[in-house]
């Protein structure tokens, strides 16, 4: 990995979806043990994996790894946090109503 160059790699992986009640997600477990690291981006091929409600759906996928450039982790890292908190919306009002 260079300062500003990008390298990808080809990592076998698995997907599952769950639509239940009790768990609503999305995981990707990359088969070798790769590790997906501030400013990464994953790219999962195929279709999408849709599952109907009370299913958890599990299937065998192939994802390119694209690593950032060590400017762009020292980015991600330092402006993580800021973004993050856009998420967040804080209100405090003493104003109560019925």
Do not use: Y
């Not at 299937?59 to 856009?86: N, Y």
């Amino acid at each position: 990995m260079g300062l500003f160059t990008k390298q990808a790699e080809e990592v076998p992986c698995t997907v599952e979806v769950s639509h239940r009640f009790e768990s609503l997600h999305a995981h990707v477990r990359f088969e070798n043990g790769a590790i997906v690291h501030p400013g990464d981006e994953v790219l999962v091929h195929g279709s999408p994996v849709l599952a109907a409600f009370g299913e958890v759906v599990v299937e065998e996928r192939t994802a390119t790894i694209t690593r950032a450039s060590q400017v762009e982790r020292l980015w991600t890292r330092l402006t993580g946090d800021l973004g993050a908190m856009e998420l967040c919306e804080f209100s405090f009002s003493e104003q109560v109503t019925l």
